[in-house]
T-cell receptor, first 114, second 117 residues
Framework: GAVVSQHPSRVICKSGTSVKIECRSLDFQATTMFWYRQFPKQSLMLMAT?????????EQGVEKDKFLINHASLTLSTLTVTSAHPEDSSFYICSATTQGETQYFGPGTRLLVL | AQSVAQPEDQVNVAEGNPLTVKCTYS??????LFWYVQYPNRGLQFLLK??????LVKGSYGFEAEFNKSQTSFHLKKPSALVSDSALYFC???????????????FGRGTQLTVWP
């Protein structure tokens, strides 16, 4: 149980395009989902917290117009990187939790912007 | 404010030997502590957690962790290391369950464990 999937696992895009990453909780309902960014050999940096049916809460320094988060259902949250640039290249990981208990993480999405 | 420290960037151990990955924490209330493991190019896998109860917590893949309130530590241990245990390990402490950041985790910077044959 407690499986979280992400799609796509890897994406390469041209600078200026938008990329959507999906995060799904497969066997439980996630009241809260989190989006993280991880740079090579570093810890996870929390980008935003997403509660189902409400606006995401962004961490300081994260542009909400750049990183659009939608949590439309209890099993799906999406992160859209708008007008992506090379500096947005990174490993993006989502996690999901029910009522604030254990966070279960997706496998991550590797984004490369050319 | 919550914070976690993992004092070692790297831990090296021979296969079959016991391993310890250290973690200390700072919290403003009751500590809710977690260990996760990350393999290359993968997300984090949950190993174990301490919420309340026994100070010795047993988790996945033979790992265990000991909660020590007086030393504010939550070290990860395994009696006999395997080469396949080689990975990046993260300790984390959870935020309170109020407000918009429900259950937010604060991570240590990670410890790379290498187990050689």
């Amino acid at each position: 149980g407690a499986v979280v999937s992400q799609h796509p696992s890897r994406v390469i895009c041209k600078s200026g395009t938008s990329v959507k990453i999906e995060c799904r909780s497969l066997d439980f309902q996630a009241t809260t989902m989190f989006w993280y960014r991880q740079f090579p050999k570093q810890s996870l940096m929390l980008m935003a917290t997403s509660n189902e049916g409400s606006k995401a809460t962004y961490e300081q320094g994260v542009e909400k117009d750049k990183f659009l988060i939608n949590h439309a259902s209890l099993t799906l949250s999406t992160l859209t990187v708008t007008s992506a640039h090379p500096e947005d290249s990174s490993f993006y990981i989502c996690s999901a939790t029910t009522q604030g208990e254990t966070q279960y993480f997706g496998p991550g999405t590797r984004l490369l912007v050319l | 404010a919550q914070s976690v420290a993992q004092p070692e960037d790297q831990v090296n151990v021979a296969e079959g030997n016991p391993l310890t990955v250290k973690c200390t924490y700072s919290v403003s209330g009751n500590p809710y502590l977690f260990w996760y493991v990350q393999y290359p190019n993968r997300g984090l896998q949950f190993l174990l957690k301490y919420i309340t109860g026994d100070n010795l917590v047993k988790g996945s893949y033979g790992f265990e962790a000991e909660f020590n309130k007086s030393q504010t530590s939550f070290h990860l241990k395994k009696p006999s290391a395997l080469v396949s245990d080689s990975a990046l390990y993260f300790c984390a402490v959870r935020d309170g369950l109020r407000g918009s950041t429900l259950g937010r985790l604060y991570f240590g910077r990670g410890t790379q464990l290498t187990v050689w044959p």
